[in-house]
Protein backbone atom coordinates (compact mmCIF):
# COMPACT_ATOMS: atom_id res chain seq x y z
CA UNK A 1 0.00 0.00 0.00
CA UNK A 2 2.74 2.20 0.84
CA UNK A 3 4.06 1.72 -2.72
CA UNK A 4 0.57 2.54 -4.22
CA UNK A 5 0.82 5.86 -2.13
CA UNK A 6 4.15 6.60 -3.31
CA UNK A 7 3.73 6.44 -6.63
CA UNK A 8 0.49 8.16 -6.53
CA UNK A 9 1.94 11.18 -4.87
CA UNK A 10 4.51 10.81 -7.99
CA UNK A 11 1.90 11.12 -10.50
CA UNK A 12 0.43 14.28 -8.19
CA UNK A 13 3.19 16.08 -8.80
CA UNK A 14 3.84 15.63 -12.67
CA UNK A 15 -0.09 16.02 -13.13
CA UNK A 16 0.21 19.83 -11.11
CA UNK A 17 3.65 20.52 -13.36
CA UNK A 18 1.56 19.82 -16.44
CA UNK A 19 -1.06 22.00 -15.07
CA UNK A 20 1.22 24.53 -14.38
CA UNK A 21 3.02 24.30 -17.57
CA UNK A 22 -0.11 24.57 -20.07
CA UNK A 23 -1.95 27.46 -18.18
CA UNK A 24 1.69 29.57 -18.04
CA UNK A 25 2.18 29.42 -21.36
CA UNK A 26 -1.45 29.57 -22.47
CA UNK A 27 -1.28 32.86 -20.66
CA UNK A 28 1.44 33.73 -22.54
CA UNK A 29 0.12 33.18 -25.69
CA UNK A 30 -2.93 35.29 -25.71
CA UNK A 31 -2.37 38.56 -27.38
CA UNK A 32 -2.25 41.57 -25.09
CA UNK A 33 -0.46 41.96 -21.20
CA UNK A 34 -1.58 42.77 -17.77
CA UNK A 35 -0.44 46.45 -17.60
CA UNK A 36 -2.73 46.95 -21.32
CA UNK A 37 -5.36 49.78 -20.14
CA UNK A 38 -7.82 51.42 -21.60
CA UNK A 39 -5.56 54.69 -21.47
CA UNK A 40 -2.08 53.40 -23.02
CA UNK A 41 0.70 53.59 -20.84
CA UNK A 42 4.00 54.81 -22.60
CA UNK A 43 6.11 52.59 -23.65
CA UNK A 44 8.75 53.09 -21.31
CA UNK A 45 6.13 52.44 -18.22
CA UNK A 46 5.23 49.11 -19.85
CA UNK A 47 9.04 48.60 -20.48
CA UNK A 48 9.77 49.36 -16.51
CA UNK A 49 6.71 47.24 -15.25
CA UNK A 50 7.78 44.17 -17.07
CA UNK A 51 11.69 44.83 -15.75
CA UNK A 52 9.87 45.14 -12.20
CA UNK A 53 7.83 41.92 -12.51
CA UNK A 54 10.54 39.82 -14.44
CA UNK A 55 8.61 40.00 -17.84
CA UNK A 56 10.89 41.05 -19.87
CA UNK A 57 12.59 37.76 -19.73
CA UNK A 58 11.89 34.85 -22.33
CA UNK A 59 8.62 33.11 -21.79
CA UNK A 60 10.59 29.81 -20.99
CA UNK A 61 13.00 31.33 -18.36
CA UNK A 62 9.84 33.19 -16.91
CA UNK A 63 8.75 29.88 -16.44
CA UNK A 64 11.76 28.61 -14.97
CA UNK A 65 12.33 31.49 -12.49
CA UNK A 66 8.42 30.84 -11.36
CA UNK A 67 8.61 27.48 -10.46
CA UNK A 68 11.35 27.91 -8.84
CA UNK A 69 9.68 30.61 -6.55
CA UNK A 70 6.65 28.24 -6.61
CA UNK A 71 9.26 25.40 -4.70
CA UNK A 72 9.90 27.85 -1.64
CA UNK A 73 6.67 28.80 -0.66
CA UNK A 74 6.91 32.55 -3.00
CA UNK A 75 3.57 32.95 -5.48
CA UNK A 76 4.86 36.53 -6.21
CA UNK A 77 2.56 39.64 -5.79
CA UNK A 78 -0.67 40.39 -7.48
CA UNK A 79 0.25 42.32 -10.92
CA UNK A 80 -2.54 45.01 -10.16
CA UNK A 81 -2.30 45.81 -6.67
CA UNK A 82 1.03 44.82 -5.20
CA UNK A 83 -0.06 42.13 -2.70
CA UNK A 84 1.08 38.99 -1.76
CA UNK A 85 -0.29 36.23 -3.79
CA UNK A 86 -0.35 34.17 -0.39
CA UNK A 87 -2.42 36.83 1.41
CA UNK A 88 -5.44 37.30 -0.90
CA UNK A 89 -5.72 33.71 -0.94
CA UNK A 90 -5.59 33.10 2.72
CA UNK A 91 -8.31 35.94 3.74
CA UNK A 92 -10.81 34.88 0.12
CA UNK A 93 -10.41 30.51 0.49
CA UNK A 94 -11.00 30.16 4.13
CA UNK A 95 -14.84 31.99 2.97
CA UNK A 96 -14.83 29.74 -0.45
CA UNK A 97 -13.98 26.31 1.58
CA UNK A 98 -16.97 27.12 3.99
CA UNK A 99 -19.65 27.70 1.19
CA UNK A 100 -18.81 24.56 -0.43
CA UNK A 101 -17.99 21.86 2.26
CA UNK A 102 -20.93 23.03 3.49
CA UNK A 103 -22.69 22.19 -0.01
CA UNK A 104 -21.27 19.28 -0.35
CA UNK A 105 -22.38 17.82 3.00
CA UNK A 106 -25.80 18.92 2.10
CA UNK A 107 -25.34 17.44 -1.79
CA UNK A 108 -23.71 13.71 -0.51
CA UNK A 109 -26.34 13.63 2.44
CA UNK A 110 -29.48 14.04 0.77
CA UNK A 111 -28.35 12.48 -2.41
CA UNK A 112 -27.33 9.63 -1.10
CA UNK A 113 -30.35 9.46 1.26
CA UNK A 114 -32.95 10.25 -2.28
CA UNK A 115 -31.13 7.96 -3.74
CA UNK A 116 -31.95 4.95 -1.36
CA UNK A 117 -35.04 5.78 -1.10
CA UNK A 118 -35.83 5.65 -4.78
CA UNK A 119 -34.29 2.74 -5.35
CA UNK A 120 -36.28 0.94 -3.04
CA UNK A 121 -39.53 1.98 -3.78
CA UNK A 122 -38.92 1.84 -7.57
CA UNK A 123 -41.36 2.63 -9.91
CA UNK A 124 -43.83 3.94 -6.96
CA UNK A 125 -44.77 7.95 -6.55
CA UNK A 126 -41.67 8.87 -4.22
CA UNK A 127 -39.02 7.74 -6.81
CA UNK A 128 -41.20 9.32 -9.47
CA UNK A 129 -41.45 12.46 -7.48
CA UNK A 130 -37.40 12.42 -7.08
CA UNK A 131 -36.84 11.94 -10.30
CA UNK A 132 -38.38 14.42 -11.74
CA UNK A 133 -37.06 16.91 -9.13
CA UNK A 134 -33.20 15.31 -9.70
CA UNK A 135 -33.93 15.60 -14.01
CA UNK A 136 -35.29 19.54 -13.12
CA UNK A 137 -32.14 20.16 -10.64
CA UNK A 138 -30.01 18.64 -13.47
CA UNK A 139 -31.54 20.73 -16.43
CA UNK A 140 -31.37 23.72 -14.87
CA UNK A 141 -28.06 25.64 -14.55
CA UNK A 142 -26.86 27.10 -11.05
CA UNK A 143 -26.69 30.20 -12.51
CA UNK A 144 -30.07 30.69 -13.03
CA UNK A 145 -31.36 28.87 -9.92
CA UNK A 146 -29.09 31.29 -7.98
CA UNK A 147 -30.65 34.40 -9.70
CA UNK A 148 -34.52 33.11 -8.78
CA UNK A 149 -33.42 32.27 -4.95
CA UNK A 150 -31.81 36.21 -4.47
CA UNK A 151 -34.92 37.37 -6.46
CA UNK A 152 -37.62 35.38 -5.08
CA UNK A 153 -36.33 35.19 -1.35
CA UNK A 154 -34.19 38.24 -0.79
CA UNK A 155 -35.50 40.94 -2.97
CA UNK A 156 -39.73 39.97 -2.99
CA UNK A 157 -39.60 38.26 0.27
CA UNK A 158 -37.46 39.49 1.87
CA UNK A 159 -37.18 36.21 3.85
CA UNK A 160 -33.27 35.81 3.62
CA UNK A 161 -30.41 38.85 3.80
CA UNK A 162 -28.28 39.52 0.96
CA UNK A 163 -24.72 37.78 2.26
CA UNK A 164 -22.41 39.77 3.40
CA UNK A 165 -19.65 39.13 5.64
CA UNK A 166 -21.62 41.03 8.76
CA UNK A 167 -24.47 38.38 7.84
CA UNK A 168 -22.84 35.69 7.09
CA UNK A 169 -25.96 34.19 5.68
CA UNK A 170 -24.95 31.26 3.32
CA UNK A 171 -28.61 29.33 3.11
CA UNK A 172 -29.11 30.32 -0.44
CA UNK A 173 -25.50 29.80 -1.80
CA UNK A 174 -25.35 26.46 -0.33
CA UNK A 175 -28.46 25.66 -1.84
CA UNK A 176 -27.66 27.15 -5.52
CA UNK A 177 -24.44 25.42 -5.09
CA UNK A 178 -25.38 22.02 -3.53
CA UNK A 179 -28.70 21.80 -5.75
CA UNK A 180 -26.36 19.77 -9.30
CA UNK A 181 -24.25 17.85 -6.80
CA UNK A 182 -27.17 16.33 -5.33
CA UNK A 183 -29.48 15.68 -8.34
CA UNK A 184 -26.20 13.72 -9.51
CA UNK A 185 -25.54 12.02 -6.66
CA UNK A 186 -28.93 10.87 -5.86
CA UNK A 187 -29.22 9.26 -9.76
CA UNK A 188 -26.34 8.09 -8.99
CA UNK A 189 -27.08 6.14 -5.49
CA UNK A 190 -30.18 4.82 -6.82
CA UNK A 191 -28.49 3.08 -9.52
CA UNK A 192 -25.56 1.80 -7.45
CA UNK A 193 -28.35 0.77 -4.69
CA UNK A 194 -30.44 -1.40 -7.40
CA UNK A 195 -26.91 -2.76 -8.67
CA UNK A 196 -26.21 -3.86 -4.94
CA UNK A 197 -29.91 -5.04 -4.31
CA UNK A 198 -29.27 -7.80 -7.42
CA UNK A 199 -26.26 -9.25 -6.31
CA UNK A 200 -25.64 -12.62 -4.83
CA UNK A 201 -24.88 -11.92 -1.03
CA UNK A 202 -28.15 -9.52 -1.03
CA UNK A 203 -30.42 -12.99 -1.80
CA UNK A 204 -27.89 -14.66 0.61
CA UNK A 205 -28.89 -12.44 3.29
CA UNK A 206 -32.23 -12.66 2.84
CA UNK A 207 -32.55 -16.41 2.82
CA UNK A 208 -30.44 -16.05 6.17
CA UNK A 209 -33.20 -13.78 7.18
CA UNK A 210 -31.63 -10.98 8.14
CA UNK A 211 -33.37 -8.30 8.67
CA UNK A 212 -33.94 -5.83 6.08
CA UNK A 213 -32.16 -2.75 7.73
CA UNK A 214 -29.33 -4.24 8.25
CA UNK A 215 -29.69 -5.53 5.27
CA UNK A 216 -30.04 -2.41 3.55
CA UNK A 217 -27.55 -0.28 5.72
CA UNK A 218 -24.70 -3.48 6.34
CA UNK A 219 -24.67 -4.47 3.00
CA UNK A 220 -26.34 -2.95 0.18
CA UNK A 221 -25.53 0.98 1.33
CA UNK A 222 -21.90 0.17 2.07
CA UNK A 223 -21.15 -1.07 -1.44
CA UNK A 224 -22.80 1.59 -3.64
CA UNK A 225 -21.21 4.07 -1.64
CA UNK A 226 -17.92 3.61 -3.94
CA UNK A 227 -19.56 5.03 -7.41
CA UNK A 228 -20.58 8.66 -5.06
CA UNK A 229 -17.04 8.53 -3.60
CA UNK A 230 -15.37 8.33 -6.82
CA UNK A 231 -17.80 11.44 -7.85
CA UNK A 232 -17.43 13.28 -4.33
CA UNK A 233 -13.20 13.68 -4.21
CA UNK A 234 -12.41 15.54 -7.31
CA UNK A 235 -16.17 17.08 -7.10
CA UNK A 236 -15.46 18.49 -3.00
CA UNK A 237 -11.79 20.06 -4.73
CA UNK A 238 -14.15 21.93 -7.93
CA UNK A 239 -16.90 22.79 -5.75
CA UNK A 240 -14.86 24.60 -2.84
CA UNK A 241 -12.87 26.82 -5.84
CA UNK A 242 -15.72 26.42 -8.83
CA UNK A 243 -18.41 28.24 -7.19
CA UNK A 244 -17.33 31.92 -9.08
CA UNK A 245 -20.46 32.15 -10.82
CA UNK A 246 -22.40 31.55 -7.65
CA UNK A 247 -19.98 33.73 -5.64
CA UNK A 248 -20.37 36.63 -8.49
CA UNK A 249 -24.20 36.16 -8.70
CA UNK A 250 -24.18 36.48 -4.05
CA UNK A 251 -21.50 38.63 -4.06
CA UNK A 252 -19.85 36.02 -1.46
CA UNK A 253 -16.08 37.50 -1.50
CA UNK A 254 -14.30 33.75 -1.87
CA UNK A 255 -11.61 32.37 -4.27
CA UNK A 256 -13.97 32.00 -6.87
CA UNK A 257 -14.67 35.37 -7.83
CA UNK A 258 -11.00 36.56 -7.21
CA UNK A 259 -10.03 34.01 -10.03
CA UNK A 260 -12.93 35.98 -12.35
CA UNK A 261 -11.31 39.25 -11.64
CA UNK A 262 -7.95 38.20 -12.07
CA UNK A 263 -9.17 36.82 -15.46
CA UNK A 264 -10.81 40.17 -16.71
CA UNK A 265 -7.42 41.92 -15.51
CA UNK A 266 -5.08 39.58 -16.47
CA UNK A 267 -3.43 38.86 -13.43
CA UNK A 268 -0.96 36.78 -14.54
CA UNK A 269 0.16 35.57 -10.96
CA UNK A 270 -3.09 35.68 -9.45
CA UNK A 271 -4.36 33.17 -12.26
CA UNK A 272 -1.06 31.01 -11.82
CA UNK A 273 -1.58 30.81 -8.18
CA UNK A 274 -5.07 29.75 -8.42
CA UNK A 275 -4.74 27.27 -10.89
CA UNK A 276 -2.22 25.41 -9.16
CA UNK A 277 -3.75 25.47 -5.43
CA UNK A 278 -7.02 23.88 -7.42
CA UNK A 279 -4.64 21.53 -9.10
CA UNK A 280 -3.79 20.72 -5.74
CA UNK A 281 -6.99 20.35 -4.12
CA UNK A 282 -8.10 17.93 -6.88
CA UNK A 283 -5.24 15.57 -6.84
CA UNK A 284 -4.77 15.59 -3.25
CA UNK A 285 -9.17 14.70 -3.23
CA UNK A 286 -8.38 12.06 -5.54
CA UNK A 287 -5.73 10.40 -4.12
CA UNK A 288 -7.76 10.69 -0.54
CA UNK A 289 -10.94 9.27 -2.52
CA UNK A 290 -8.59 5.81 -3.46
CA UNK A 291 -7.43 5.22 0.20
CA UNK A 292 -11.20 5.84 1.23
CA UNK A 293 -12.17 2.81 -1.37
CA UNK A 294 -10.59 0.46 0.95
CA UNK A 295 -12.77 1.20 4.30
CA UNK A 296 -15.66 0.76 2.26
CA UNK A 297 -14.84 -1.98 0.58
CA UNK A 298 -12.06 -4.23 2.26
CA UNK A 299 -12.04 -6.56 -0.92
CA UNK A 300 -10.31 -4.03 -2.98
CA UNK A 301 -6.05 -4.66 -3.47
CA UNK A 302 -4.19 -1.96 -4.36
CA UNK A 303 -1.42 -2.74 -6.90
Given at each position: ???????????????????C?????????????P?????????A??????????????????????????????????????????????E??????????????????L???FG?????M?N?????????????????P?????????L???????????W???????LL??????????????RL???S???????????????K?V??????????????LI?????AG??V??????S???E????????G?K???A??????????A?????????????????????????R????
Open positions: MIKYILKRILLAVLTVFIIAITFFSMHAVPGGFNREKAMSETVAALNARYGMDKPVGEQFILYMKGILHGDFGVSLKNGREISSIIGSFPISARLGISAMIVALIGTISIAALRKLPDRIIVFFTTLLTAVSFVLATLLLVFCIKLGWVPVSPKSNNYPVIALSAYPMAYITSKTMLDALSQDYIRTARAGSRTKMIFKHALRNSPVITYPQAYIITGMVITIFTVGGLSFVSINNRDYTLIMTTIFLAILMVVANVICDLLYKLVDPIKYD
